[in-house]
């Protein structure tokens, strides 16, 4: 009995030395108290899960892509880190009946950016979580699909005219606002199937 315990513990041990690799992190006085600061305020749990954050985001953004501070490259597109309130200032400019047609004009540059950069085809639904996770990491919004209803949480451009063109142009759909304050929620249109002749 003690024998064949001894061997599952071994075995045990040594399937988690082949999956688990620690690793240990030495940090300076200040970032380790800046860490501690954001657990004790609750804004993250822990370390760990902090760490794997960074390296989602790491991921995610291609950060070493990163060429100057404030000039980063994500594929063929240039990403910047802009103020909400100017965006919001530049779109003011903007006659309303226009909204839709730029915001569609937005999506089509977004469609070819993200189709080079990730090589997926962001018109098919099955990719949908990938192009909302890029969307989500460079500050879009938090995007879900619910049924036939699209919804964007805390968009960084509040215009639903302009997000309704950005959406259409991106995933090749038609949509009808349902919505147009935050959360702003798009209901995907059916394409009627035209009736054959005999």
Known sequence: MQEEKRKRLEEIASKNGETTKRTTIILEKEEREYIDSLIKEGKEPGIKPLISKMLDVYRSMMIYDWRF????YCGISRIAFVNVELLNILIQQIPREKWHEIGRKMGDALKVSMETTLGLDTSQRENWESVFKRLRV??????F???KYLLIKTPFIGNAEIWQGI???LFGVELDMKASVP????????KQSTPTTT
Not at 138 to 143: A, E, L, R, S, T
């Open 69 to 72: 501070p404030g000039e980063y």
């Open 138 to 143: 460079q500050g879009f919004g938090d995007f």
């Open 145 to 147: 699909l619910k049924d």
């Open 167 to 169: 959406l259409e142009g």
């Open 183 to 190: 959360p702003l929620v798009f209901e995907i249109k059916t």
